[in-house]
């Protein structure tokens, strides 16, 4: 049980991470290289919607895990 916690935190770290590094700021990859627009606020929409609600699911998934796993090893 405890190796499938390890590899479920593993799998949900790696998504979660990946969600985080995609919303960056800026049009669309390019703010990762420094292309960022500044301090422009948009509303969010479409797939940027899509990803935030995802990163915050993936978040709650990743702590509940990671409570779930001291639990069970404890």
Avoid: H, W
């Avoid at 991470?17 to 509303?43: E, H, N, P, R, Y």
């Avoid at 702590?63 to 404890?74: C, K, N, Q, R």
């Amino acid at each position: 049980m405890e190796n499938f916690l390890d590899i479920a935190l593993i799998i949900v770290s790696v998504a979660l991470v990946t969600s985080i590094v995609l919303q960056s700021k800026g049009a669309g990859l390019g703010g990762l290289t420094g292309g960022d627009m500044g301090g422009t606020f948009s509303a969010r929409r479409g797939i940027e919607r899509t990803l935030f609600r995802v990163t915050i699911v993936l978040s709650v998934i990743f702590f509940s895990l990671a409570i779930y796993t001291v639990y069970v090893a404890g």
